[in-house]
């Protein structure tokens, strides 16, 4: 069964952190593009960041760039999105998406709810 589970989210205070991961089981991710995306209350969901397949270029929008950070670790078969620097507007729920380089095959995970407050 092909799968993205994202974990991670969590509470965090304005200009903290957190590391937020998609692992993938049922398929390779080395072979697949892999952004994160993200959805607050009200609005609609909204690619942030994206890792390509299989030059390894990244590529974000103005509002995080400079303080989110896309990796993958091709051991574990794992995407982290390090959040930095955080602040009350990146309060969303994150979801991780991948795509095939292949035959443009989709999937999405579950999501991860990040709130950034004091």
């Known amino acids: 069964q092909l799968q993205l589970v994202e974990t991670g989210g969590g509470l965090v205070q304005p200009g903290g952190s957190l590391r937020l991961s998609c692992a993938a089981s049922g398929f390779t991710s080395d072979h697949y593009g892999i952004g994160w995306f993200r959805q607050a209350p009200g609005k609609e969901r909204e690619g942030v960041i994206c890792?390509?397949?299989?030059?390894?270029?990244?590529s974000s929008v103005d509002s995080v760039r400079g303080r989110f950070t896309i990796s993958r670790d091709h051991t574990s078969n794992t995407v982290y999105l390090q959040l930095n620097n955080l602040k009350p507007e990146d309060t969303a729920i994150y979801y991780c998406n991948a795509v095939s380089d292949f035959d443009g095959a989709e999937y999405w995970g579950q999501g991860t709810q990040v709130t950034v407050s004091s």
């Open positions: 890792l390509s397949s299989p030059d390894g270029t990244t």
